[in-house]
Structure formats: structure tokens, C-alpha cells
């Protein structure tokens, strides 16, 4: 795919709200809500900052969504509350070779999930105990409450998985096989993609129309992205 070209479908990204007091029961709230993501929010530039401080370079800052994002995302929930403003302001570009997302049993079982697991639970532990002036015990339990239900439905979803018989046989094995051919990779992401978005509304026709109260925000877009096609001849998305 390329960046530009005709749009076919605009899907809604979820993203986190969490409007509680205190940082313990925001936390709480941004792993029973999903969790959404939370690194395209406004912040605070020193708060991002200090969040990212000694963390890129670490290996499971590449993971994803499974430690990447859940770190960063979990201490800003704790210091700050997130609002949803009712404007178009972001729009991102769905393609199939997007960074894919780690398989949650390679994750359970790679080398770099309990350092991962152990960074988030540390740096959570501090920040509840600053944010909400609780002591190191109380922390302890906030962070295993707000956890432990988000780490179990991951272990459902893969005992789920597992249970159906083309998981049991052929298709791990087909994975394995594929994984050595260029370009297998990308085209299962695209394909996924595809799938999913079976089930989702296309949201393309209200955002064209000019009754809608985002049609003003999105067209400088869809116009910046459908327009060179016609200069370059490049083709779709």
C-alpha cells in the first residue's frame, strides 16, 4: 500500500476516557475499559518526557501494545485524567505492514516478559504512590487489582484459541513454515485487516458529507491523500 491514493474505508479508533479522582481507580479503569490506547492523547510535554525517560531503549518498548504501550499508557492514566473532545484529530493510515502485535503466548513465553512485567509494575507502584499519597502496600494491591483482570482475559483468549481444532494441527504449523517467505508476514497483517474490518461501520459516506460536523476537519485530508493520485498515478490504499 501506499499513502496515497482512494480511500475505501474510515473505521472509529477507540481510544481511553477516564474521568475518576484518583490515579489508583484510573488505573483501574484504563485495564477494565479495554485497554484503549492512550499514546495519541494531548500531554503535558514534561509529563511525556519523564514517561519515556530510560525506556526506549529497552527491549519490550518495541513490543507493541503488550509492554510498549501499556507502560507509557498506565503512568499516564495514573497522573492525569483523560477527556474526549467532540473533534476529528487524528487519522491514521491502516495498511499491512503495519508493526504487528506480539502473539500473546510468544509473549507469555519470551525472555523479556517478566523484566517487561516487572518495569510496568514498578513504575506503577511509584507513580500511585506519589500521585495518590498511599503507601508501598496499598499500591501493591491497586496495581494486582487493576492487572490481574486484564491478564486474565489474555489467558482466556489464548486457552480460547487453542481449543479449536485448526489451532491444534495445521495451522501452527503453516505459520512456522510461512514465517521464511518474504513478504508472507505483511500480506497476513493486510488480510487480517480486512477481516476485521467486515464488522466494523465504514465511516467514509458521513465524513464526505457536508452535513457532518467532522466534514470540514477531514476533507483537507482525504483531498491531501486522493489529489496526487492524480498527479503521480499512484494507486489506492
Known amino acids: 500500500s501506499v499513502p496515497y491514493g482512494d480511500i475505501s474505508r474510515v473505521f472509529h479508533y477507540q481510544q481511553t476516557i477516564l474521568d475518576a479522582v484518583s490515579g489508583s481507580q484510573r ?45 507509557i499508557s498506565s503512568i499516564s492514566s495514573i497522573r492525569n485524567k483523560v477527556k474526549e473532545l467532540d473533534c476529528l484529530y487524528l487519522v491514521r493510515f491502516g495498511h499491512g505492514r503495519i508493526y504487528p502485535q506480539v502473539d500473546v503466548y510468544d509473549w507469555f513465553t519470551s525472555q523479556d516478559w517478566f523484566p517487561g512485567f516487572k518495569d510496568l509494575h514498578d513504575r506503577a507502584i511509584d507513580e500511585l504512590i506519589c500521585q495518590d499519597s498511599i503507601g508501598k502496600e496499598e499500591a501493591e494491591e491497586v496495581f494486582r487489582q487493576a492487572f490481574s483482570p486484564y491478564l486474565g482475559r489474555l489467558f482466556s483468549r489464548l486457552a480460547s484459541q487453542n481449543q479449536q481444532p485448526s489451532r491444534l494441527g495445521i495451522i501452527p504449523r503453516i505459520k512456522l513454515f510461512a514465517s521464511g517467505i518474504p513478504g508472507v508476514e505483511a500480506a497476513y497483517g493486510l488480510i487480517m485487516s480486512r477481516l476485521r474490518r467486515k464488522t466494523q461501520v465504514n465511516l467514509l459516506p458521513s465524513l464526505l458529507s457536508p452535513s457532518s460536523p467532522y466534514n470540514e476537519s477531514f476533507m483537507p485530508v482525504y483531498r491531501a491523500i486522493t489529489n496526487l493520485v492524480k498527479k503521480t498515478g499512484q494507486t489506492g490504499l
Do not use: C, M, N
Not at 45 to 65: E, L, M, N, V
Open 27 to 71: 488505573l483501574r479503569d484504563f485495564f477494565a475499559s479495554g485497554p484503549y490506547a492512550l499514546i495519541f492523547s494531548v500531554h503535558r510535554t514534561p509529563d511525556w518526557q519523564d514517561i519515556h525517560q530510560g525506556f526506549i531503549s529497552k527491549p519490550w518498548a518495541r513490543q507493541g501494545f503488550i509492554f510498549g504501550e501499556l507502560i
